[in-house]
């Protein structure tokens, strides 16, 4: 397509779109301008003459009458006319006999108003382009130049309030001089201003360009950065926030409109004082480094960070762009695989010690058996042959519990309605001592969930989380188990509000051998977990110290036996 029609186009569309607000302005300022103009020439007008009503001063009466009924008129036409070009063009139009007239009535040839032609063809080139500059530069010579010719040869006899003499005193070849420079003003005027106003058009649309581009620019940015699961933030070079994108609120729990102009120790409280390594990395080596912190809740968590610093175009250090993650759950993982590997290390251990004592615990007890029997009946020798049995027994059970956390076994896996086998659980719990007429027992349970798991196995993870969530109150106390079903898993939660377990030590409770209590023997939750892993489950605690505990335990959701219908939707107690 021709560069000129599109060109033409564009300014066809620019100009409708444009021109009302600036045919506004122009009414607003050829009112202003002919009140001062006409009104400054009145004023002289008056001063030359003894009354208010002479020819020269009714005239500029009724010019400034007529620009002020005009302008009315288009104020009102401006909200009907559905093409401001077309109006444009009426509007300078009658500008130009305007000014054809001001010039008439100040004095013909010897006018000082004959630059009004410049002014009107200049903002014409800003309303109409080229083609209207044009258009009006030769409108404005023919009337000058008719104007000039009938008052040469007498036929206008404009008045001469400002002037000495008519253009007929004049010399044929000033007369021409004059009109010819109008001319050539005009149509100087007009090229110049309207290439002015093409070059003005021009980069109004390269600018209305980059800056589209821009926008676009800097929203895919956001979006970019907005879409980040890594945390993001910009530091000022006085190290405050500038910038905070989405992953950086959901890692530290801070919104954006909280940190936005403060400093870094307002999101990572401590920190960048007390870690070494961090604060390193600011001032020194900049390099990646895996860090703790605590977020806005107060929990604790391990961040992952790397340090960059912002330039300007010319290389000055502007700020600061550090990037992290949330390396809470890594860190999870592999203190599991960690914790899997030394236990897997130490139960077959467990295991070889196992086998190797109960044998001999098995003689020993029977041994003991017989000489109860065959020793005699004093109190003495009673007393030491229960203590000897029941130490046994103990060490028996103690052998057991080594072979059951070294090789649980997958066991014999059944379909059970999980709420009902709980109930029974806490019904034999509350007949215990150590919960009988002491602890409280509230139930939380969500009926028809079902999974698969040996009801032995199920029997003993609920037992000892039980009496581990009753020996951990001092006194009376309460115990909550609350269901939550999933679309494939079940979480059944114990809570207690006992006394706690410290941050330190929560690290270590799943740990065999691992015991806060006088008398325990570190194997209840490591059991636990290893059943819990048996059948792909998951558990973990929530705790702090002096608030209770609170211990998730995550299984596999089934449908019920003999059911082909899908999954429910999830379902809390």
């Known amino acids: 397509m021709d560069s000129a029609v599109v060109e033409g186009a564009h300014r066809a569309l620019v100009s ?23 009104g400054s020439t009145i004023i002289v007008q008056f001063r030359a003459s003894e009354s208010f009503i002479t020819p020269p001063l009714l005239t500029l009466y009724g010019l400034i009458a007529t620009v002020y009924v005009l302008t009315f008129i288009y104020v009102l036409a401006l909200k009907r006319i559905r093409s401001t070009v077309r ?51 030769a409108s404005c010579s023919i009337q000058y130049g008719t104007m000039i010719d009938l008052e040469y040869y007498g036929i206008l006899h404009p008045f001469y309030s400002l002037a000495g003499s008519g253009a007929q005193t004049f010399e044929p070849s000033y007369v021409l001089y004059r009109v010819l420079m109008t001319m050539v003003g005009c149509f100087l005027v007009a090229f110049l201003s309207s290439y002015l106003a093409q070059q003005s058009l021009s980069a109004e649309k390269e600018l209305k360009a980059k800056q589209k581009d821009l926008k676009q620019l800097e929203a895919f940015n956001a979006s970019i950065i907005q879409s980040m699961d890594s945390g993001l933030l910009t530091l000022d070079p006085e190290g405050r926030i500038t910038s905070f994108n989405r992953g950086a609120e959901e890692i530290t729990g801070f919104a954006q409109g909280e940190v936005l102009g403060k400093p870094l120790a307002h999101v990572f409280p401590g920190l960048v004082e007390r870690d070494v390594a961090f604060r390193e990395s600011f001032q020194k080596a900049r390099r990646r480094n895996d860090v703790e912190f605590r977020r806005k809740n107060g929990t604790t968590g391990y961040l992952g960070f790397s340090i960059s610093s912002l330039t300007g175009p010319d290389g000055r250090v502007i700020g600061d762009l550090l990037i992290f993650q ?6 999870r993982m ?27 615990l098995a003689s020993m007890s029977g041994s003991v058996q017989l000489l109860k029997n065959e020793i005699g009946n004093t109190p003495m020798a009673q007393k030491l042959m229960q203590i000897v049995l029941r130490e046994t027994d103990r060490l028996t059970a103690l052998a057991n519990d080594f072979l059951l956390f070294a090789h649980p076994g997958p066991g014999k896996k059944k379909a059970i309605e ?83 377990i410290s941050e330190e030590n929560s690290k270590d409770i799943f740990n065999p051998f691992f015991s806060t209590k006088a008398h325990g023997s570190g194997l209840g939750l490591s059991i636990v977990h290893r059943l819990v892993e048996c059948y792909d489950g998951h558990i973990e605690v929530q705790s702090r110290e002096g608030n209770g505990a609170t211990f998730i335990l995550s299984l596999n959701r089934i449908d019920p036996p003999g059911s082909s219908r899908q999954l429910p939707e999830e379902r809390s107690a």
């Open 326 to 331: 949330d390396l809470t759950a890594l860190k």
């Open 418 to 500: 999980l709420s009902s086998s709980i109930e029974e659980i806490l019904e034999l719990f509350q007949q215990d001592p150590l919960c009988r007429n002491r602890v409280k027992v509230v139930r939380h349970l969500v009926p028809e969930t079902w999974t698969e798991i040996d009801p032995g196995h199920m029997r003993q993870i609920f037992w000892n989380l039980l009496l581990n969530a009753a020996e951990a109150i001092d006194g009376s106390g309460r115990i909550e188990v609350s269901m939550k079903v999933g679309r494939e898993l079940v979480h059944v939660a114990i809570k207690d509000d006992g006394c706690g």
């Open 334 to 360: 592999e203190a599991h695989v960690k914790r899997m590997d030394k236990l897997a290390a130490i139960g077959e251990m467990a295991a070889g010690i196992a086998h190797e004592i109960k044998n001999p």
């Open 87 to 137: 109006f444009a063009y009426v509007q300078i139009s009658l500008d130009t006999v305007f000014v054809t007239a001001i010039i008439y009535v100040t004095g013909g040839i010897a006018s000082v108003f004959s630059f009004l032609y410049l002014v009107v063809v200049v903002y014409t080139s800003i309303f109409l382009y080229k083609r209207g500059s044009l258009i009006m530069a």
């Open 16 to 38: 409708e779109r444009y021109l009302p607000g600036r045919l506004q302005w122009l009414m607003f300022l050829r009112v202003f301008f002919t009140t001062i103009l006409l």
